[in-house]
């Protein structure tokens, strides 16, 4: 969550606004809001943030294999990404590979 922040300032906020204690921060809960932002930012065009630097950070994090990492992105990310047919499914067009796999694997109907 640091590494995020510090790579992208933009979400200092976030972390801010959700850390309970000093130095207590639930990674689940802080990356659904980093997705909320995400979308918002999405579905509004408003390009508030380089999404492009977001989805390689994440790229990062999945390549790391890292278990309590790879665990937060897919649960708290990747698996609250838009289902084919909701608004901003076209999101996941920019997805990089390891994403894009991770998605079709936690959006696959069959």
């Known amino acids: 969550m640091v590494d995020l922040v510090r790579e992208i300032p933009y979400f200092e906020d976030v972390l801010l606004a959700h850390s309970f204690a000093p130095d207590v921060v ?8 980093v997705l909320e932002e995400v979308m ?17 950070f ?3 994090c999945l390549a790391g294999r890292q278990e309590e990492v790879v665990e937060v992105v897919t649960t708290s990310f990747i698996d609250d990404l838009p289902w084919p047919g909701q608004e901003g499914e076209e999101i996941v067009d920019e997805l990089p590979p390891l994403l894009a796999e991770e998605y079709r694997r936690s959006h696959s109907t069959g």
Not at 26 to 33: A, E, K
Not at 40 to 54: C, E, I, P, T, V
């Open 26 to 33: 639930l990674p689940h809960v802080f990356f659904s809001l």
């Open 40 to 56: 918002a930012d999405f579905n509004s065009s408003a390009n508030s943030f380089d999404r492009a630097a977001l989805f390689a």
């Open 58 to 60: 994440l790229e990062r």
